[in-house]
């Protein structure tokens, strides 16, 4: 009995190869920061890629320009990086042509289509950014199904250009269908569904209607507090906790909002103390904030004042914006405890930050040793010393998680913030935190209540209002460009897969065909041999070899055969 063996996977040629190389070295110089080189490598192989096969060339093509316009935008240079999506419309438009109905080429022409209304969003061309991302969602909508999780991005794209217009309702409608169609299909916990959560949030504490806010907040709570969590829904529970509570809290529902937190709290100290204390600290500063706004000002949440502090000054160094905010915190809690004014300056309180040299040992290790005492943070007031000490005893174990990829909502961050009403400058350099953290969105919405402040002390003519407005248009496009690239992303890598299966398929056509001809020479063969057996039968000729050389069939030229 014969055993069939498996067929080895078909070679590459060699023109694959280079190809496939050349984008390697694109991609990792893309990912290194080394634009120009990738922008350079990209160029170069589109020579390469006009050489493959038609169908393969036309989305390599349309994939090579949409890279270098990626490269483009990183570099802040906006009508280079149009320039090159516009030609990568082009090419995917000759695609639908060469396949007409087809819907991988109906689908090339919607991701550039989508790409093309954020290139043009990032130029504040609004209409015609909103033409090319309608377009893209009626092809979209024409090859996938019903509530295909591919809809989502260039959903999440029309709301974005419909927030851009001023459309806030249509805006609306079209991140809650991405947000319910990414809940239905990855789950409510998935990152997706968070950052869409945050979008919808964030859109409606633009324009202040907080009970929409709560109502996105909620149901993203719910769904996930409803169901048993492993130890990465563990953390998204508490992102959703955190934001449900920043939202509560902007409605002045501070009891609810401080239950919400606790349980943040408990999650990410349970979670995030010995990998991302950073996280920690900035909910035990927002979980104290909503305690003092409740009047409650004991020794319990100066102790969780106390502990923010230890991990911002090693963290993040004694002059950083966080020690001083937390510092801030911590002197209006003593004065309302002691019955003192408010806001009193660090020269009049004596409330100074420094660290121990216990602390300075540890440096920048997050947790304290095992079974040692941490007093890491003195603060003192009018002399009276004021020490936290954190618990002593090992430290968790902490296995390889969710947790080491953990960010916090932009919903939460900026809900956290505390401005004075015209307070320009202050929000301005809050941003300028967010651009150095590459929290884009985050310093769209501070620069925005700036610039409106700026308008209307200054006038629109000042120097302070033109750098707003720059600014702002700088974080629109960063903002714009992080989705963008996860548009060239995702055709990244459907593009590679639809390469390998090309070149698999195209190296068994190969073989088909080499298969049918070699069939064909066969059956002309027997064909021909069968005639000459004829022949040498009724006596024409000795055997079917000399009789296929006078047969009828074979090449004559001046009555010799051409051997």
Request: charged fraction near 25%; include cysteine.
């Amino acid at each position: 009995m014969a055993s069939s063996s498996a067929t080895p996977p078909p070679e590459l040629s060699e023109m694959d190869r280079k190809y496939q190389a050349m984008q390697q070295e694109t991609q990792k110089r893309f990912v290194a920061g080394d634009y120009p080189g990738s922008i350079k490598c990209g160029l170069e192989s589109l020579e390469v890629a006009k050489q493959l096969p038609p169908l393969v060339a036309n989305t390599e093509i349309v994939q090579i320009h949409l890279n270098v316009a990626s490269a483009f935008m990183q570099m802040q240079k906006f009508p280079e990086s149009l320039e090159y999506v516009e030609i990568a419309c082009k090419e995917a438009e000759n695609g639908i042509k060469m396949r007409p109905n087809q819907p991988q080429a109906i689908e090339v022409l919607a991701i550039t289509l989508n790409t093309k209304a954020h290139s043009l969003l990032s130029l504040n061309r609004t209409e015609d950014a909103s033409v090319s991302a309608e377009r893209s969602l009626a092809l979209c909508e024409a090859i996938y199904p019903k509530n295909d999780v591919r809809l989502t991005k260039i959903l999440r794209t029309v709301g974005l250009v419909r927030d851009r217009q001023g459309k806030s309702e249509d805006a609306e409608k079209f991140l809650y269908k991405s947000y319910t169609i990414i809940s239905l299909t990855l789950g409510p916990q998935s990152n997706d569904a968070q950052m869409s959560c945050d979008e919808l949030c964030n859109l409606m504490l633009k324009k202040n209607d907080l009970a929409s806010a709560e109502k996105y907040a909620r149901i993203n709570y719910k769904s996930i507090s409803d169901k048993t969590q492993d130890e990465r829904g563990q953390l998204i529970l508490g992102d959703s906790s955190s934001r449900l509570a920043q939202v509560l809290r902007r409605m002045n529902r501070l009891a609810e909002a401080e239950t919400l937190m606790e349980q943040t709290l408990a999650i990410r100290e349970d979670k995030l103390m010995r990998l991302n204390p950073i996280g920690v600290a900035y909910t035990l500063s927002q979980l104290a904030a909503i305690q003092e706004a409740q009047g409650k000002v004991d020794d319990e949440v100066e102790a969780r004042l106390m502990k923010a502090l230890d991990i911002f000054g090693r963290l993040k160094g004694q002059n950083s914006p966080e020690v001083q905010n937390t510092l801030n915190q911590l002197r209006n809690v003593r004065s309302k405890r002691n019955g003192s004014a408010v806001g009193q300056s660090s020269e009049d309180d004596g409330l100074k930050y420094h660290v121990s040299e216990e602390s300075k040992a540890r440096g920048a290790s997050p947790t304290p040793a095992a079974g040692r005492p941490a007093q890491a943070i003195s603060a003192s007031s009018n002399g009276v010393p004021g020490t936290a000490t954190r618990a002593a005893g090992p430290t968790p174990s902490a296995p390889a998680s969710a947790a080491q990829t953990f960010q916090y909502s932009d919903t939460e961050e900026l809900a956290r913030l505390k401005f004075a009403p015209d307070d320009a400058m202050a929000r301005m350099m809050q941003a300028n935190t967010y651009f150095e953290q590459g929290r884009f969105s985050c310093a769209e919405v501070v620069i925005a209540e700036a610039l409106e402040i700026f308008l209307r002390t200054k006038g629109p003519d000042d120097q302070m209002t033109q750098a707003a407005k720059q600014n702002l248009g700088v974080a629109r496009s960063q903002g714009l460009n992080r989705l963008w690239m996860q548009v060239v992303a995702a055709l990244v890598l459907e593009q590679e897969e639809k390469l390998n299966n090309f070149v698999n398929a195209t190296n068994a056509e190969k073989s088909e065909a080499a298969s049918g001809e070699e069939k064909s020479q066969v059956n002309e063969y027997t064909a021909l041999m069968q005639k000459a057996s004829k022949k040498k039968s009724q006596g024409q000729a000795k055997d079917p070899v000399e009789a296929l050389l006078f047969s009828d069939s074979a090449p004559k030229s001046g009555g010799c055969v051409i051997c």
